[in-house]
């Protein structure tokens, strides 16, 4: 596809807006044309937190992401919100651990994974997030190791270089499951 | 042999202040200061609104005229500009303590190094003699008619008093130049607060207790006399903060 | 496309101001737009420059008076309340004729309004930044890349006209991150013997200084700045057409309602209907000379805003009040989505086919 929309959504501190950063810098290192928009404001500590990214072939438009080809659900107000807005033949990412009930739409590919369950289970407790993005790059295409290893080298600070091992594995427990 | 000379950080511009103000004395004794301490070619000063407005035009060095009350935090740009230069501004009452007194403050907190040379007439001359921050109780002004009721419109705000609890200042002191001892006084006030400036110790502010015959309606002898029992009770002189000389003890 | 980083725009704003030559930056904490300062907070100190957090709205615009009358590239940026805030120093900063830089990255108002992004502040950027006759260069960026270009072109275009140049976002703008390109040839500033930096014994004394009690006078100081206003119109003004050529329909937009006016084209077009837009870059100088071209060509103008209608005002000027107007909007935050617009255009070309 020339174009691919992403809406990430969950609380704030889930850390939605860096897988969403992650793959925007993927994205780039890739030659995509990319932007990333957040949302912001006083609901990113704790409220409800979501971010748009498109990928693209060509210029992107506008960069506001209302009808994702991708819908990354992280808590339930967020599937409950955005459910809808998914093109139809899209894909919805589910995190089962959070969210009980199931997707209602039936022209759309769903992927259920118990994200954050995985992530305490493997004591890596804030990358849940991680977890779906290796998820998504299994699911959709575009694992490749070196525009991974790129990606997260401009996402997580040189200072926080000890993360980038567990951030991989969190992305490959993702893929695996 | 010279006996008296106009100095050369001054303009030959006349100046437009009305008989027996006593802007003229504090100009004069600003440039004397610029002159004796060799920093005119170095200096840039911040005229205010009020009747100092055209202060641009009266002394020799680079001059600014800022909006009102924001002298301080246009001196603040130019000095953190020019780290090198002597910046000072020159700022009446109602700039200083009531639309700038937020900047006046900051100011001080931040310990700017610069100079404030504030007058305090008690009174908006500029605009025709409305009632100023520091117009004192019972005061009669055009905008308090009856006197100042303290009641209504609050009290006068005594400047070197406040902000001597701000951490930040370093150099308070108030003086008048209502007679040749109070000049003399508040000439070495003046100076050292462009000294203290060139010795990098920080916000330095000399309240200067003046006179405004015309909007007082007093003639301008009996003006000078209604400073000694009006205007010095309520505000005394003296130094209210020298950090660096308390610090020396 | 290996020497693009991903940056906010606010960001990219701030680093290219820094390029450009600015090192005194002074502002007050406001959503959205404070990663300019968080930015200039960290840099800074790092390059000898300046970075202060002032008391107030009001303090930081003088701030900025005071660094400029000494010559030196200097900053503040705010988001629409504080901008209303530094009306009085734009005011001043135009009287004596000093160069700025000023970001606004809107928000929705009026009063305290809300966070969410806006194009509400257009009519007082371009019209009424504060008391008096006076203009400011508004630069309307549509991308990250653009939020860095003209935070650039802004401090020449300011230098060169002894004027502020504002930088017109808004909080999509400011908040969203995108491929950019820092590369820039810097110019050297032009000579400014005007500033006040000290005689040095040497001249007579700079005036800084923005008060004419001489009607004469001031009239001569405003007819003067008016005919600089004059050249800038006829040589400043910036645009862009897009898919102009042939259209019939006109979608007139900037900044982030451009990118949306975009896709909805796309689709148009995809329907057969011949639709292009013009973005004006300078929103003051308007560009009104791709405007005049068309007269007579053009039906109907759609002006896609995030306010009530202000630019729309300005495109009924340059079309001389020549076709019928349509207006597109949200306000208060929201943004029109493609749909909005592909159903404006459609009605314009006569209803859904």
Known sequence: MATTQYLFAGFGGQGILFSGKFLAYKG??????????????????????????????????????????????????????????????????????????????????????????LASDNGMPTLANMIIVGKILKELGGYNEETVNAALSKVISAKRADMLEINKKAMSIGANN | MVVFEKPHALTDVPLHYCPGCTHGIVHRLVAEVMDELGIEGKTVGIAPVGCSVMAYNYFNCDMIEAAHGRAPAVATGVKRALPENIVFTYQGDGDLASIGMAETVHAAARNENITIIFINNAIYGMTGGQMAPTSLPGQITQTSPYGRDTDHCGFPIKVCEMLSEVDGAEYLERVAVNNVKNVKNAKKAIKKAFQNQIDGKGFSLVEVISSCPTNWGLTPKKALEWIDEKMIPYYPLGVYKDRSAKEAE | MA???????????????????????????????????????????????????????????????????????????????????????????????????????????????????????????????????????????????????????????????????????????????????????????????????????????????????????????????????????????????????????????????????????????????????????????????????????????????????????????????????????????????????????????????
Request: proline share 6%.
């Open chain 1, 28 to 117: 780039l290192t890739e030659d995509k044309q990319v932007s990333w928009l957040p949302s912001y404001g006083p609901e990113m500590r704790g409220g409800t937190a979501s971010c748009s990214v498109i990928l693209s072939d060509t210029p992107v438009g506008s960069p506001i992401v209302s009808k994702p080809d991708v819908l990354v659900a992280m808590n339930l107000p967020s599937l409950d919100k955005y459910e809808d807005s998914v093109v139809s033949g899209g894909t919805i990412f589910v995190d089962s651990a959070l969210i009980e009930r199931k997707v209602k739409r039936d022209d759309v590919t769903v992927h259920y994974i118990p994200a954050t369950r």
């Open chain 3, 3 to 353: 020497d693009k980083v991903l940056m906010k725009g606010n960001e990219a704003i701030a680093e290219a101001a820094i390029i450009a030559g600015c090192r005194h930056y002074f502002g007050y904490p406001i959503t959205p737009q404070t990663e300019i300062a968080a930015y200039m907070a960290k840099r800074m100190p790092k390059i000898g420059g300046c970075f202060l957090q002032a008391e107030s709205e009001v303090a930081a615009i003088n701030m900025v008076y005071g660094v400029a009358s000494t010559g030196y590239r200097v900053m503040t940026s705010s988001s629409s309340p504080g901008i209303s805030l530094k009306g009085e120093g734009l005011s001043y900063l135009a009287g004596a004729d000093l160069p700025s830089l000023v970001i606004n990255v809107q928000r929705g108002g009026p009063g305290l309004g809300g966070i969410q992004p806006s194009q509400s502040d257009y009519y007082q950027a371009t019209k009424a930044g504060g008391h008096g006759d006076f203009r400011m260069l508004v630069l309307a960026p549509a991308s990250v890349q653009e939020m860095a270009d003209l935070t650039v072109k802004g401090f020449e275009l300011a230098d060169k006209y002894r004027m502020t140049s504002m930088i017109l976002a808004d909080g999509t703008m400011g908040q969203m991150m995108e491929p950019v390109s820092l590369d820039y040839e810097i110019a050297k500033a032009p000579e400014k013997p005007w500033a006040t930096t000290g005689t040095k014994m040497e001249r007579e004394h700079n005036i800084v200084n923005s008060l004419f009690l001489q009607p004469d006078e001031l009239e001569k100081s405003n007819n003067e700045r008016f005919e600089r206003y004059k050249y800038i119109e006829e040589n400043e003004a910036m645009y862009e057409e897009y898919m102009m050529d042939d259209a019939e329909i006109c979608i007139t937009a900037f900044g982030i309602a451009s990118r949306v006016a975009k896709n909805a084209i796309v689709e148009a077009r995809k329907k057969g209907i011949k639709v292009g837009m013009i973005r004006p870059i300078t929103l003051w100088p308007f560009p009104n000379k791709p405007f005049e071209k068309t007269i007579g060509k053009i039906k109907t103008y759609i002006s896609v805003e995030l306010s009530m209608g202000q630019m729309i005002d300005d495109v009924k000027l340059a079309t001389k009040c020549s076709g019928e107007y349509v207006l597109c909007n949200r306000v208060g935050g929201m943004i029109p989505s493609p749909e909005e617009v592909l159903a404006a255009i459609e009605k314009a070309n006569g209803g859904n086919k």
